[in-house]
């Protein structure tokens, strides 16, 4: 099942205009600039934007096409907004079940214990919003959308009115979300950070228009895309903890390219992770280096290359059948005479764990 969405929305100085097909489970990050519309596609989504025109399905219900409109409240939806808005005169608990009083006898209660539960907040529910921390108040809002057993989440920026402690706090139980439910979400954010640890899924939305759509780490390795140009480009891997080195505090970590060592991490043999290797980490040798300090060497082929202005220069590599983005001088390039094809190795100095 997927869900479709034509959508369009005209303003005087804006459209957007966009037609997605995006699979019905996981998260799928809605990534771009300010201002490229993605709060508008999220309202289009939500019924919130009346003179949408297209059609939108989520799996076989149908909520807009070019005879119906569901208005929002009739749409299986839980919806987050950056600010956590929730009723400040209601305890927690109330908070959660006001949503549920308009689903009467039909209100899902295992979904609220559920949610409760998710978001690890079983012991605020008799506290007032004013008592709870900015992380603590989106959780519950977040546990709020989640109650009412929609059939899809849209969450817009839910960390952006956060600091950055509050939003490592909430972090996790996002990933537990995305882990223990199957229910689609769909994450708008301007933060790349926050998706390349959460999303598999991305639409790379500018001014208006779908400039990509797809897998997401294949997507932040795109040379035609901006994602792989600024100063943080990154290659998300997906691996699984092989084990750990007690003697020298590292961790195992095995991917479609190979095995990584990264600083020792507290995660149990075979669980899942993702990495994260900045360009700007990765060095390209044309020989095995034998007395360096890296531990990640892998044997690569340069597969195309983009220079970034007159100074650096892109290398996507390939490692085994995992794209890698290295961001050299452009000197050094030029030095090792490397083209498409060039066999080299790649080291690799450091290594992020995003989960
Ligand atoms: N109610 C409105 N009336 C008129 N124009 C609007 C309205 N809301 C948003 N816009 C405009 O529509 C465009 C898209 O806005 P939108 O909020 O969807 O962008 P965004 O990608 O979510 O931005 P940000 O990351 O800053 O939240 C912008 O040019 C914005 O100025």
Same mark, same amino acid.
């Given at each position: ?94 908070? /959660? $079940?006001? !949503? ?6 039909? %209100?899902?209660?295992? &979904?609220? +214990?559920? #949610?409760?539960? =998710? @978001? ?11 008592? /709870? $921390?900015? !992380? ?6 977040? %546990?709020?959308?989640? &109650?009412? +057993?929609? #059939?899809?989440? =849209? @969450? ?200």
């Amino acid at each position: 099942m997927s869900i479709e969405a034509r959508l369009r929305v005209e303003r005087s100085d804006f459209s957007l205009d966009v037609d997605l097909s995006l699979p019905e489970e996981g998260i799928t990050a809605v990534f771009g600039p300010s201002g490229c519309g993605k709060t508008t596609l999220l309202r289009a989504m939500a019924g919130l934007e009346r003179d949408a025109r297209g059609h939108l399905w989520i799996g076989n219900e149908c909520w807009q096409d070019e005879r119906r409109f569901l208005p929002t409240h009739k749409r299986r939806l839980g919806y987050v907004f950056q600010e956590p808005s929730l009723f400040p005169h209601l305890t927690v608990a109330r908070n /959660l $079940s006001y !949503g549920l009083r308009r689903l009467g006898d039909d %209100a899902p209660p295992v &979904a609220l +214990d559920q #949610a409760v539960e =998710l @978001l690890g907040i079983g012991h605020l529910l008799e506290r007032r919003p004013h008592q /709870l $921390s900015g !992380g603590e108040q989106q959780r519950v809002a977040i %546990a709020r959308a989640l &109650a009412s +057993d929609p #059939a899809i989440l =849209l @969450l817009d920026e839910p960390l952006a009115a956060v600091d950055q402690d509050r939003k490592q706090e909430i972090l996790p139980y996002l990933e537990r979300l995305h882990r223990e439910l199957s229910m689609p979400v769909i994450y708008v954010s301007h933060a790349r950070d926050e998706v390349a640890r959460l999303a598999d899924h991305m639409v790379l939305l500018e001014e208006g228009r779908a400039r990509a759509t797809g897998d997401a780490k294949a997507l932040f390795s795109r040379l035609d895309l901006p994602l792989a140009h600024g100063p943080d480009t990154e290659t998300v891997i997906d691996a699984t903890v092989a084990g750990h080195d007690a003697e020298f505090g590292l961790t195992w970590l095995d991917t479609a390219a190979g095995r990584f060592v990264a600083v020792r991490q507290d995660l149990p043999k075979g669980s899942p992770a993702r990495l994260q290797v900045l360009a700007r980490d990765v060095s390209i040798t044309l020989g095995r280096p034998t007395d360096t300090s890296i531990l990640n060497l892998f044997p690569a082929t340069v597969d195309t290359m983009v220079d970034e202005g007159s100074a650096q220069t892109t290398v996507r590599l390939r490692v085994g059948t995992v794209p890698m983005l290295a961001r050299i001088t452009r000197k050094s390039a030029v030095e090792l005479g490397l083209e498409s094809g060039s066999n080299v190795y790649a080291q690799i100095k450091s290594v992020a764990l995003l989960r």
